[in-house]
């Protein structure tokens, strides 16, 4: 299980209980009820640090919806938000749910997912009346967001090219300097509407607007001066379908099983890497792995059994790179790694025997059998005319490193 605590605050435990079960199984965080908000707050107290998130029912803290400060909260408030402009001046209130139904427990879950990363999300707002703006900025920092504050499109696109995590943008159309025609264009030419949600702040008073931002590639608009519930509200639901694209996009890219990245993520980074590689100085190491004898391992101890070996061998190879190489699970048994940044290609030679050596003195057990699992690898590091070249060499001493007897690597390294 990860570390943290979803901390809620109900009188009806049973209410909750069903999200609760999904808060565990689907985020695996530990999840801890209190009928009142003071034992809550003791209980915080105790367990500094290892807080996500407090979900919170507004009958029971009626006049002060962040009991807890620091952490997340997200209010649940059964019928009408009449109550939501007074939880919008609050302090760390994530968002309102209407009620723990069902339909909402996918929304509940990725809420607490984000309270985890919410101070680092970057939302950038351009507009050129301060007042506007520092309302603006009061509210989507209240509710825990970081912003960054500018006055015109240039500014604007100097801060996205400053902090490209950006999340989301909120644009003013009419700006002197440049407007927002010419900033949305400029952002629509470098990242899709999934990849950076734009909401336009639409001038109430002109006429057709809104219509011009959706048409120019923003996502949304709101009516300003902006009614704050409608534009928290409008912030959180496009934020919510940019991180679903994102997770799919995730997905994708990676290996359901080991979840490892895939060949097409590994193609898509290596060739980058392999560019860099051509033009600069850095080298870099192409290594196919190959599990020993795995069909054997699935013949005598099941498939199952074969899966649990799969995961732990490439929980090893992950532990045994660094964080800038590209791990992936390029089919069934085999495994390619591309180690960037070597200072030499000699280095990979070291890499590649410590990581074999490692899952050799290694275990795996399944159901009561202890499974002895080996590897084999070929490494290719010196720089061919294309990756797929360094691949193919690589693979063709995994062969020579398989018929010298396996459990080892063979290279192009100095023998
Ligand atoms: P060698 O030492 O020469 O590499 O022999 P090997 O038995 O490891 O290689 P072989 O290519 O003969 O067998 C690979 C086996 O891997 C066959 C296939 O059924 C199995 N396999 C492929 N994908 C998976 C998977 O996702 N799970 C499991 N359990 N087995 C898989
Ligand atoms: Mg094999
Ligand atoms: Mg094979």
């Not at 605590?5 to 965080?29: C, F, G, P």
């Not at 996918?106 to 050129?128: D, H, M, P, S, T």
């Not at 089919?331 to 000699?346: N, Q, S």
Request: aromatic share 8%.
């Amino acid at each position: 299980m990860k570390q943290g605590i979803v901390v809620i605050i109900e009188a009806d435990a049973s209410r909750v209980e069903v999200l609760a079960w999904r808060i565990q199984e689907q985020l695996k965080y530990e999840c801890v009820f209190f009928e009142d908000v003071q034992t809550a707050q003791s209980f915080v107290e105790l367990k500094e640090g290892q807080i996500i998130a407090v979900l919170l029912n507004q009958r029971i803290s009626a006049d002060n919806y962040s009991p807890i400060p620091e952490i997340p909260c997200i209010v649940v408030s059964d019928g009408l938000p009449v109550l939501a402009p007074v939880m919008l001046k609050a302090r760390n209130v994530l968002d309102y749910v209407m009620d723990y139904s069902l339909h909402n427990h996918g929304y509940f879950l990725q809420l607490i997912k984000r309270a985890q990363y919410i101070g680092k999300i970057r939302v950038l707002v351009v507009e050129n009346e301060s007042m506007v703006r520092t309302l603006l900025a009061n509210v989507l920092g209240r509710a825990g967001f970081k912003v960054l504050l500018a006055k015109n499109g240039k500014e604007g696109l100097a801060f996205l090219e400053k902090y490209p995590e950006t999340r989301l943008v909120l644009t003013d159309m009419d700006m002197p300097v440049m407007d927002g025609e010419v900033f949305i264009r400029a952002i629509r030419s470098q990242y899709s509407k999934q990849q950076l949600p734009i909401i336009g702040l639409a001038d109430s008073k002109l006429e057709d607007v809104g219509i011009q931002f959706l048409r120019l590639g923003a996502n949304d608009f709101v009516p300003k001066p902006p009614r704050l519930q409608e534009l928290l509200t409008r912030v959180m639901q496009n934020l919510e379908i940019a991180e679903g694209f994102h997770e799919i996009n995730e997905l994708s890219r990676r290996d359901f099983l080991t979840g490892l990245y895939n060949r097409r993520h590994f193609y898509d980074t290596a060739e980058t890497l392999f560019a860099h590689l051509k033009r600069g100085k850095m080298f870099i190491g192409l290594v196919m792995i190959d599990i020993d004898n795995f069909k054997l391992i699935n013949d005598t101890y099941g498939h199952a059994a074969g899966d649990q070996v799969l995961i732990h061998v490439a929980e090893q190879l992950k532990a045994g790179v660094r964080e800038t190489d590209v791990v992936s699970r390029f089919g069934g048994e085999e495994f390619c790694i591309l180690l960037a940044g070597l200072d030499k290609p000699e280095d990979s030679q070291i890499a590649v025997c410590r990581i074999i050596e490692t899952i050799r003195g290694s275990q795996v057990t399944v159901n009561g059998h202890t499974i002895q699992v080996t590897v084999s690898a070929g490494v290719c590091t010196q720089e061919k005319n294309s990756l797929d070249n360094m691949i193919m060499s690589a693979d063709h001493y995994l062969y020579e490193a398989k018929n010298g007897g396996k459990d080892q690597a063979v290279g192009d390294w100095p023998r």
